[in-house]
């Protein structure tokens, strides 16, 4: 590492998982730019993320958001400790650009590269904000590829205690709003019309204990509309969003309560797309206050994907001791919340 007796680290994070292409520069604590390069216009005419459209996108956006990365942050190469990048999970793809962009930068600048778990980042893009956040504590994942509660007893050690049987919460709210003939990506708009609209639909029956079922609740929704249709009656969108988005962070949040309950927990933290929900939010918020739990949540520019988290998470790797990857570092599509990278 070019170690120089620095104790701040400068590491440069790449994200290219799904249709963001980020670079962020952080020194230490300190987030010196984050660039976004979202594809989500060139998506939104097929409905959803298009995987080869989405590769051949990063590969064009990737060296100039790097080159904005480092100007904004007023950081030159040579200033760069250490290269981090996400490795799973993800579209294969579109992750195999980041992997590839973060390997040649560290392979040319004699620096180690970390190799970042996705969720991992997720959860860690909350002590950008709030540095005083420490483990332990009960993380609620709830993005477009995961969903569920996980304990997080240090900064490497991650337990899923929960998840989703099927869909995860950010796909519902994306398969959903593609049922209403929303645009994608369909959460914030239904976390918008939902504000307009009556949650006063039972798509499902409320079980407590019963399994994650985003999938079910989908179809609830989808069977609810076919319905509608056969009797002739009109459908309110607005009332459609508000009741599936009251039914998809209840049962979230069901979830998260018992995983207080039964693990004594007093801190619970969220992460993912889906912590820009607004309804997510103030119910998170409402049960920490009734329950006197410290709740924390991401900025919203940092819910979504972006490059920050990554390079959060690697200066937590580096602080841990955990090792860098080596050159043969593959991309993954699947990867659990609890595994950390091990060399080959
Ligand atoms: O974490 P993320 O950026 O990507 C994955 O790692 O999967 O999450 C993207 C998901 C999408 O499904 C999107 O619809 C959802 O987050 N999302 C929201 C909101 N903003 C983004 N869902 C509900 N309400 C929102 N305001
Ligand atoms: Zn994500």
């Known amino acids: ?35 976004i390069s979202s594809q989500i216009e060139i998506h939104r005419r097929f409905g959803g993320v298009v995987p080869e459209i989405a590769s051949r996108n990063h590969l064009t956006a990737i060296l100039p958001v790097i080159t904005e990365a480092l100007e904004k942050a007023g950081v030159g190469l040579g200033d760069i400790d250490a290269v ?4 799973g999970a993800g579209l294969v793809g579109a992750l195999l650009v ?28 909350n002590y950008i904000a709030s540095p005083e956040l420490k483990p332990p504590y009960l993380a609620i994942v709830a993005s477009g590829g995961h969903t569920g509660v996980v304990r997080v007893d240090g900064y490497n050690s991650f337990t899923a205690l929960g998840t989703t049987s099927d869909d995860a919460i950010g796909e519902a709210f994306d398969k959903v709003a593609r049922a209403l003939n929303l645009p994608y990506p369909g959460g914030p708009e239904i976390d918008k019309r939902a ?46 969003c508000a009741s599936f988005q009251k039914t998809a962070v209840d049962m979230l ?21 889906v912590a820009a929900n607004s309804y997510l939010r ?16 991401p900025p919203m520019s940092l819910c979504t994907d972006n490059a920050a988290m990554v390079a959060r998470r690697a200066l937590d790797m580096i602080k841990e001791g955990l090792p860098p990857a080596t050159l043969n570092l593959n991309a993954v599509s699947y990867l659990p919340i609890s595994e950390c990278y091990k060399p080959q």
């Not at 981090?84 to 490795?87: D, F, L, N």
């Not at 992997?99 to 959860?123: D, T």
């Not at 949040?253 to 797309?273: E, F, N, R």
């Open 1 to 35: 590492m070019n170690d120089n007796g620095k104790t701040k680290k400068t590491v440069i994070g790449i994200e290219t998982s799904c249709d963001e292409t980020s670079v962020a520069v952080m020194r230490g604590d300190e987030l010196l730019s984050n660039v």
């Open 84 to 87: 981090a990048v996400t490795y």
């Open 98 to 125: 980041g992997v590839s962009a973060a390997k040649s930068l560290s392979y040319a600048l004699g620096v180690p590269l970390y190799a970042v778990n996705h969720i991992q980042a997720h959860i860690a893009a």
């Open 195 to 240: 504000k307009l609209g009556k949650a006063d639909i039972e798509f499902i029956s409320h079980k407590k204990h019963g399994p994650l079922s985003y999938s079910g609740l989908k179809t609830a929704v989808v069977n609810y509309l076919h319905t509608m249709e056969q009797r002739g009656e009109k459908v309110d969108i607005n009332d459609v």
């Open 253 to 273: 949040a069901d979830v998260a309560i018992d995983a207080v309950k039964s693990t004594g927990a007093d801190t619970i933290v969220l992460a993912g797309g």
């Open 282 to 297: 103030a119910k998170l918020k409402a049960e920490g206050e009734k329950r006197n739990l410290k709740t924390y949540f």
